[in-house]
């Protein structure tokens, strides 16, 4: 039984797995930082399209991720292996810690707290608290990745691990959706006063969103860093993190291919018209504006009705 | 313990000096169906909803099995075995009518924290479990046509049918019916009457607000009267009929279909 | 003392600022539940707008009382039927779609605003005329305080107080109440809805239009992208008095310009932005829906 969703999405997984096959190396890294900008997009899905919480500071979770890593390595000599745990770790440590006395913030209010946090943040990189994070230079001579006396070194080993960190997250998210977790969070969306009157615990599952989405943010940011072999703050401030909120709505929040094609529309399509330099951004926020009014749900919306097939048996 | 599961007493409630609730005391028998009725505005959801604890009343106690909950959490109610539904229908609307259901099992899920990340076996048996028990309720309350449908495209009748069906899939022990009639036609009203007596036959205590006096007398083992937030008379069906108190108050207002 | 009261004034003259342009995204708010991000971006418009006025109307330098009136009537009049336009195009289609799809819809405003401005009036920093204003300067016992800095603020005290008295007293004024508070209901006494939101916006948009022309004489430099940084604060201080309440972005305006005049004065301008988010995390944990804003219970 194979329905079109699932064709597109085998159709898909093959195109993206021949795909360093054919581009060059300008091109390989689009994609290499597309796999890792959808990452990072499905997992502020997480905490927007799925909790429903007004997230606007997703960027923060994402340059976390990517300092932990660049820290560990460029001032502590950590190899890259050593600092993924705690580039996942860090991220969601930060987020319980600040976003577990403002979760019960209503919905815009919550949304300028957590841009709050993202300038903070910025600003602790900028002013180089204690010498560690470099200053608005960042730091730089990130290492590769070594395991066993190999180096995944050149641009196609990025790509790939990319790829696979993307697999990771659909896994994660798929079983998500399929699990009380993913559903709760859906119910607090929708509505939170009945999902509390069917005894979900509304603090406990929008924090469990955001410590969730912080998690897989980080490890987007670690592999970005490498990706670059440097950091500096300006790849994780607000209108990074206004990037990552568009996409998940523009594309469908809470829709897996629709955070995909987001991604696609929000980041792959403005480099493919790098030459219309000046009057890019222009056109783009017409596009933003026109795709709002034409699908209000976002280009490739969320569809309910995932339930097993034993109970569908007696629909008409 | 007594013979009585839920003993509200001297409750109070007051919104910005406004009382809504004045000093209202009830108690409620195990296995009993619970009536309460009162003109519109007299503050019967407003007691529904200190009882499932979406507001907190200033004054009282509220005992569930001897325990003060007066002021807990919603969900930490919901979690005792006290489900509800709403007068104004609050499902939600873009999700299918099983995900709906599947929402009553939140608390019976035996789900670990990991489990939202990585499926185990015993995740798999309780997943399972769960869908199985709100394919039982969709039989139960002639749902099962409707499983993928997102419940907010369903007629008034049904969607209150779903509604009963997610309070009923948490397994509650006091399960708040308020206004299930409200926008019934006599046919819904008659399978109702007859759904809510075999929920009873399941071992269910049910307090329930209904302006249908034929279903709520015909229904109901004991009822309360409420005017302005208080109590103003209580008893067996047959007693409340005819009470003088009560007719002069159903009198005294003007309409009778709509709650505040 | 000398810092503390020269902070003052300036405090207060940036919170003027912040002020008016708040209360275009707490009105917006009010009556759509929108956060009009867009509107940061109209102010820095507004700027530039008034640049091409002044050199349109009077060449390079001419002062007098005339003139500025023109350039900020002209101004307002431009900005207000942008913002109109805006509504028009870019919100009306959106308000039974989902909150934050309109939200998306803003922000692509707010680059579609931005970018046009930058393509009209070039990526460089323009100068403001030094001569809108006299330079006159007044010391009063070590405080410093310009001509400028005078007529911001007792032109936005005006415009405050007047707004208030509009809000309050009018018709119109009622009318908006109303809508704020229940569109359908609002609608069935007879109310034009689209009539009020229009009017909002021309409010609104006028207001940021004369913060644009202030902080254009204030700080003379106007680059085509300060309308985030201006309309990220005027944002946080309409959150701070609670978003939608008019006096509260009032209040929250004048807060903020002073908190940073005085963070800036004595601890630090590395750290400011850092000090007034945990101001607004902080007064947030303790008054969720900020100073003024009230807390409304969900109907059940």
């Known amino acids: ?316 | 313990m007594s013979e009585y599961i839920l003993e509200i007493s001297h409750v109070s409630k007051y919104f910005q000096g406004l009382v809504a609730i004045n000093d209202l005391s009830m108690k409620v028998k195990k296995g009993q169906i619970y009536g309460i009725i009162g003109p519109n505005g007299a503050g019967k959801t407003t007691l529904f909803n200190c009882i499932t604890g979406i507001y907190r009343p200033e004054i009282g106690q509220i005992l569930w099995k001897g325990k003060d909950i007066k002021g807990s959490n919603p969900y930490k109610i919901a979690e005792l075995g006290i489900l509800r539904t709403f007068q104004t229908i609050r499902l939600f609307a873009e999700m299918s009518v099983a995900e709906n259901i599947m929402s009553g099992r939140h608390i019976k899920s035996k789900q670990r924290w990991y489990n939202g990340v990585i499926p185990t076996p015993a995740y798999v048996r309780d997943e399972k479990a769960n869908w199985e028990k709100v394919g039982e309720l969709m039989d139960f309350f002639n749902l099962t046509e409707y499983a993928t449908i997102p419940a907010g495209d369903l007629s008034y009748g049904i969607q209150r049918r779903i509604e009963m069906a997610r309070a009923l899939a948490a397994e509650p022990e006091l399960l708040i019916l308020d206004e299930p009639a409200a926008g019934l036609n006599e046919n819904e009203t008659l399978e109702l009457t007859q759904t809510i007596r075999k929920i009873q036959e399941m071992g269910v205590t049910i307090m329930m607000i209904e302006h249908d006096m034929e279903m709520v007398m015909s229904l109901s083992e004991y009822i309360t009267v409420i005017n302005f937030g208080a109590k103003i008379s209580e008893g067996v069906p047959s007693f409340v009929q005819d009470d003088p108190v009560v007719i002069e108050a159903y009198i005294g207002s003007d309409e009778e279909d709509e709650d505040e | 003392m000398d810092i503390f009261l020269q902070q003052m004034v300036n405090g207060l003259t940036i919170g003027s600022l912040y002020a008016l342009v708040a209360l275009g995204y707490t009105m917006v708010y009010g009556v759509m539940r929108l956060i009009n991000f867009a509107h940061g971006d109209l102010v820095a418009f507004s700027a530039f707008i008034g640049l091409s006025v002044y050199a349109q109307i009077f060449g390079e330098s001419v002062t007098s009382l005339i003139a500025v009136i023109t350039v900020f009537v002209f101004t307002a009049a431009i900005v207000a039927f942008v913002g109109v336009l805006l509504e028009r195009l870019a919100y009306r289609p959106l308000r039974t779609a989902p909150r934050l799809s309109a939200v998306v819809s803003a922000l692509g405003a707010g680059l579609v605003i931005q970018n046009s401005v930058m393509l009209i009036w070039g990526p460089n920093m323009k100068i403001f005329p030094s001569n809108l204003f006299p330079a006159t300067i007044w010391e009063i016992g070590g405080i410093v305080i310009t001509f400028t800095q005078v007529m911001i603020l007792g032109l936005s005290s005006v415009l405050m107080v007047g707004l208030y008295f509009f809000i309050h007293q009018t018709k119109i004024g009622t009318a908006i109440r109303a809508v704020a508070i229940d569109q359908d209901a609002a609608k069935l006494m007879g109310i034009n809805v689209n009539r009020i939101v229009m009017i909002i916006f021309i409010i609104g948009s006028s207001l940021g239009a004369v913060a644009g022309l202030f902080i254009g004489t204030y700080y003379r430099g106007v680059t085509f992208d300060m309308g985030w940084m201006y309309g990220l604060n005027a944002f946080v201080a309409a959150i701070m008095g609670g978003i939608g309440n008019i006096p509260g972005a009032m209040l929250g305006g004048l807060l903020l310009g002073l908190f940073n005049a005085m963070i800036t004065g004595y601890i630090s301008t590395q750290w400011a932005e850092t000090f007034t988010f945990v101001l607004l995390i902080a007064i947030l944990v303790f008054r969720p829906t900020g100073i003024l804003g009230e807390t409304v219970a969900e109907k059940v």
């Open chain 1, 1 to 316: 039984m194979m329905n079109k969703t699932s064709l597109i999405a085998i159709a898909l997984l093959v195109f993206m797995g021949f795909f360093p096959l054919f581009v060059d190396s300008a091109w390989l890294a689009v994609g290499t930082t597309f796999l890792v900008f959808s990452v990072v997009a499905l997992s502020q899905d997480i905490i927007l399209g799925r909790a429903g919480v007004f997230h606007m500071g997703h960027a923060m979770f994402f340059g976390l991720g990517a300092y932990t890593t660049a820290i560990l390595n460029v001032n502590f000599g950590l190899p890259i292996l050593a600092t993924w745990a705690p580039a996942v770790l860090v991220p969601m440590l930060v987020a319980f810690v600040m976003v577990a006395p403002i979760i019960h913030l209503r919905g815009d209010y919550l949304l300028v707290a957590t841009i709050g946090f993202n300038i903070i943040f910025i600003q602790v990189l900028e002013n180089d608290i204690f010498g560690l994070t470099g200053g608005p230079n960042g730091l730089f001579g990130i290492d590769v990745v070594r395991v066993l006396g190999f180096d995944f070194s050149s641009q196609t080993h990025m790509y790939y691990m990319a790829f696979i960190l993307l697999g990771i997250t659909l896994f994660i998210m798929r079983n998500l959706d399929k699990s009380k977790f993913g559903r709760a969070m859906f119910y607090i969306h929708k509505d939170e006063i009945a999902a509390q009157s069917m005894g979900i615990n509304v603090r406990y599952f929008k924090l469990y969103a955001f410590i969730l989405g912080a998690g897989i943010a980080g490890a987007a940011g670690s592999m970005f860093s490498v990706q670059y072999s440097a950091v500096s703050p300006e790849a994780f401030n607000v209108t990074q993190s206004i990037m990552f909120f568009t996409i998940v709505l523009v594309g469908g929040s809470a829709s897996l291919p629709g955070v995909l094609i987001g991604t696609f529309v929000m980041f792959v399509l403005p480099e493919m018209f790098r030459e219309f330099e000046t009057a890019r951004y222009l056109v783009f926020g017409v596009a933003m504006i026109l795709t709002m009014i034409l699908r209000p749900r976002g280009i490739w919306p969320v569809r309910f009705g995932n339930i097993p097939d034993f109970l569908k048996k007696g629909v008409k």
